[in-house]
């Protein structure tokens, strides 16, 4: 007879690291969790810094409110957020995706230091961590009011994340990917993206709009065929905002920017719907490129996301996504039948 394996616990260390490896898979995920940070402290000016990808290094600085010397303690800890303030918060809580632990996840996978300067301190401090501790004292230094995330060695205990990641280059790519839809979506902070010690290789200014930021990162082609619409339904209560190129425009790689109450998602029936709009007006196997901001009722969204998780399933789907595809029709139904295209920026 065989004999029944026998049960261990893991080693704390290990079962965090796990986790932390599937919160954060790759240095474009790592990213789009500190933009995020970065756009809810408010700050209007984003300069991501890489070497590697994001491999080597992947810094993110802001012009936010910074965070509190008392919370460098433990803002690296799981489950610790600034942004929950009452019991009504939970489910808007939850559909953000504010659950404390991007911090927490970077610190077991990674080096972390956190700079950081509140408009209320004289100085700023410094503080790094490993596995959510801080490793010593924050130590003041100079700077201004903010946050630098500096991120170093992604996965440097973790060898076979490491090569199962693609190159450098491909890397690099979905981290210039996530940015520049950031940008495009939030037209009132100015981006940056660069390698270290080289120019930036995306750039745009605070305050502008989402058009001419489609135009500046995704080139005059794109932009000069785009439609603007924006669409409410009080019946379905939501909002939209979408630019989408017309019926001239056909790219062999589709695009679409999804964004749903602030957050960058994906949604396969959406995605699936504006496709069949198009395919019936587009030579077979090209594609527009879109971009729909939705803005929802928080509760009304499927808590259950992981932050890896993208897809995202809304209550009333098959109602909003019927309507949009009729919104998305009429429009390009318009710019053929009147020749109205989007005005030249
Ligand atoms: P969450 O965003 O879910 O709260 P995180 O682990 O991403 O969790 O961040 C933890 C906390 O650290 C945030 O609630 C916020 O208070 C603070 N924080 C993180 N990044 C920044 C930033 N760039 N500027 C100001 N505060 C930040
Ligand atoms: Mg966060």
Do not use: W
């Not at 965070?67 to 800890?77: H, P």
């Not at 700023?124 to 801080?134: E, H, I, M, V």
């Not at 995202?312 to 789907?317: A, C, G, I, K, R």
Request: aromatic share 8%; hydrophobic share 40%.
């Amino acid at each position: 007879m065989q004999e029944p394996g026998v049960i261990k616990r893991l080693d704390e260390a290990v079962v965090n690291r796990i986790a932390a490896g599937e919160i954060i898979q790759r240095p474009a995920n790592a990213l789009k969790e500190l933009l995020e940070n970065s756009l809810d402290a408010k700050s209007n000016y984003i300069q991501v810094t890489i070497k590697s990808g994001g491999l080597k290094l992947l810094q993110i600085q802001d012009n936010g409110t910074g965070i509190r010397k008392e919370d460098l303690a433990i803002v690296c800890e799981r489950f610790t957020t600034s942004k929950l303030n009452k019991f009504e918060d939970l489910t808007e809580i939850a559909t953000f995706g504010f659950r404390g632990e991007a911090l927490a996840s970077i610190s077991h996978v990674a080096h972390l230091t956190i700079q950081t300067k509140t408009a209320q301190e004289r100085c700023g401090y410094k503080a790094s961590y490993a596995d959510s501790k801080l490793l010593a004292a924050p130590k003041p230094c100079a700077g201004n009011q903010g946050t630098i995330i500096t991120i170093e060695d992604l996965f440097y205990n973790m060898p076979q994340r490491r090569q199962v990641l693609k190159s450098p280059a491909e890397e690099q790519q979905k981290v210039s990917d996530v940015l520049s839809k950031y940008a495009v979506h939030n037209p009132h902070v100015g981006f940056t993206l660069k390698r270290h010690g080289e120019p930036p290789s995306v750039k745009t200014q605070a305050g502008t709009t989402r058009a001419e930021n489609i135009r500046l990162i995704y080139g005059a082609a794109i932009a000069k065929e785009l439609l603007e619409f924006t669409y409410e339904d009080a019946l379905l209560r939501f909002e939209v905002h979408c630019l989408m190129t017309q019926v001239n425009y056909a790219a062999k790689k589709g695009m679409l920017l999804l964004f749903i109450n602030e957050r960058l998602v994906e949604s396969a029936p959406l995605k699936g719907a504006v496709d069949a709009v198009y395919a019936s007006y587009l030579p077979k196997g090209s594609h527009p490129f879109v971009y729909m901001s939705l803005k929802l009722p928080p509760h009304n969204i499927d808590v259950n996301v992981h932050p890896t998780k993208h897809e995202v399933h809304f209550l009333y789907e098959d109602e909003i996504i019927e309507k949009l595809k009729g919104q998305v029709e009429a429009q390009l139904l318009g710019s053929n039948a009147t020749r109205s295209f989007y005005k030249q920026l």
